[in-house]
Nanobody, 121 residues
Framework: QVQLVESGGGLVQPGGSLRLSCAASGSIFGINGMGWFRQAPGKQRELVARISSDGSTNYADSVKGRFTISRDNAKNTVYLQMNSLKPEDTAVYYC???????????????WGQGTQVTVSS
């Protein structure tokens, strides 16, 4: 009923930039909080950044000043602009959204399928 589709991952050299996108589609009445998480091999999934419906944002300390989260409510899309990338940013990045279903008017959390980001020279 609801899908989150991510795009924009890839291989980039240290110091480079990437922009991730995550578009929600399906039976959507509204979208509340949206966020990006990441999971590196052998590590737990961790929050990278989140943005509320009113645009307020929070970031992990490790990405503050380098990453920027934003959203386009008309397109049901959340973005993650990643600058000054470091090898330790290498991970699978997942988007997450709290979506109010158009039929039930109940809120559910959904995950994207993940997109690989590799920072290496």
């Amino acid at each position: 009923q609801v899908q989150l589709v991510e795009s924009g991952g890839g291989l980039v050299q240290p110091g480079g930039s990437l922009r991730l996108s995550c578009a929600a589609s399906g039976s959507i009445f509204g979208i509340n909080g949206m966020g990006w998480f990441r999971q590196a091999p052998g590590k737990q999934r961790e929050l990278v950044a989140r943005i509320s419906s009113d645009g307020s944002t929070n970031y992990a300390d490790s990405v503050k000043g380098r990453f920027t989260i934003s959203r386009d409510n008309a397109k049901n899309t959340v973005y993650l602009q990643m600058n000054s990338l470091k090898p330790e940013d290498t991970a699978v990045y997942y988007c997450n959204a709290a979506i109010v279903n158009a039929l039930s008017r109940r809120e559910f959390r959904y995950w994207g399928q993940g997109t690989q980001v590799t920072v290496s020279s």
